[in-house]
């Protein structure tokens, strides 16, 4: 299935380039949803802000990345979960992360910038702007990102569900987009949801939030 999609991204993307080629990226994120003539697909830059596939609870599954400083980060993770609240208006979401790492609990909370142009989420970590490609997989329960796409060097995906457990299927198009950009499937760094930290913190943010709302 993704034999086209592979197709696209090398012939298209161009090593050198400074800025990813992303009009003909978004061919291969956009090959991948599964959009009727009943729900004809809107432009790309749009459904990172309207689609529920990006908004609510994500856990993060695995990944695979040939950046040196990505995979060390990677490795740390023991598991992970976090919202998205996407903001109409602003072309922003609010992130709310919660990561064990170490086995303790790490929690962040941020603002993206949602980029209508590119079609790119970033964040400001580190004195710097990190930018990530959004693929849309077919089955709305996952999605994943995608980095550095016009650098075969440090290129990457991470891979996302909407449950800490995603099934054979799901993981399968995970597989298969790590081969399109040339990734072993023995370089995939998994999490473990059995050893997540976050439960307590999770449920006590909860808690104050609902809080909040019953006081306005």
């Not at 980095?147 to 799901?170: A, C, H, I």
Request: net charge negative; aromatic share 12%.
């Amino acid at each position: 299935m993704l034999d086209l999609q592979c197709e696209l991204l090398h012939v298209h993307s161009s090593p050198g380039a400074s800025v990813p080629l992303f009009a003909n990226w978004r061919e291969v994120c956009w090959s991948l949803v599964p959009w009727t003539i009943e729900t004809p697909a809107p432009s790309l830059p749009h459904l990172l802000l309207a689609s529920p596939q990006l908004s609510g609870k994500w856990f993060y599954i695995a990944s695979a990345s040939r950046n040196a400083g990505y995979k060390h980060s990677a490795k740390t993770y023991q598991a992970a979960f976090f919202y998205f609240d996407p903001s109409h208006k602003e072309d922003t979401i609010q992130l709310r992360a919660y990561s064990t790492i170490g086995n303790q609990c790490v929690y962040k909370s941020a603002l993206l910038n949602v980029h209508r142009k590119e079609g790119t989420l970033s964040i400001h970590e580190n004195g710097r702007e990190q930018f990530a490609y959004v693929w849309l997989t077919k089955d709305p329960r996952t999605f994943m990102f995608a980095y550095f796409l016009d650098d075969k060097q440090n290129m990457g995906l991470s891979f996302y569900g909407d449950r800490p457990e995603v099934t054979p299927e799901q993981m399968s198009e995970f597989h298969e987009a790590i081969g399109c950009i040339d990734i072993d499937k023995s370089e995939i760094m998994y999490t473990d949801e059995k050893k997540d930290q976050c439960g307590l913190l999770e449920k006590q943010h909860e808690e104050e939030r609902k809080e909040k709302q019953e006081e306005a």
